[in-house]
Nanobody, 119 residues
């Protein structure tokens, strides 16, 4: 089985920084796109940032210039560096990956990590 496990969430003051990690494990042949999504209380899940296998990135307008997505293909890990955090960044952050395992290519999701931005 393939698993995506997020880590790095927590409580941070406005203006602070956090680094999220997402480690993929299991019978993985190749990982295509990886990304981060978030869901705030009472709101729909939304895209935060994505990164292709080649390193091309895409960001939501709300996080451009503040968040940076990266990945380590050798470690099957994606990162999200978050800075200048705002209270509206408070959400559960989910890791997403499109990857090939055994005989199928499909989407996988982590269980999420909570980021709370508050003074």
């Amino acid at each position: 089985q393939v698993q995506l496990v997020e880590s790095g969430g927590g409580l941070v003051q406005p203006g602070g920084s956090l680094r999220l990690s997402c480690a993929a494990s299991g019978s993985i042949f190749v990982i295509d796109a990886m990304g981060w999504y978030r869901q705030a209380p009472g709101k729909q899940r939304e895209l935060v940032a994505t990164i292709s296998s080649g390193g091309s990135t895409n960001y939501a307008d709300s996080v451009k210039g503040r968040f940076t997505i990266s990945r380590d293909n050798a470690e099957n890990t994606a990162y999200l560096e978050m800075s200048s955090l705002k209270p509206e960044d408070t959400a559960v952050y989910y890791c997403h990956a499109v990857l090939t395992s055994i005989a199928t290519t499909r989407d996988y999701w982590g269980k999420g990590t909570l980021v709370t931005v508050s003074s």
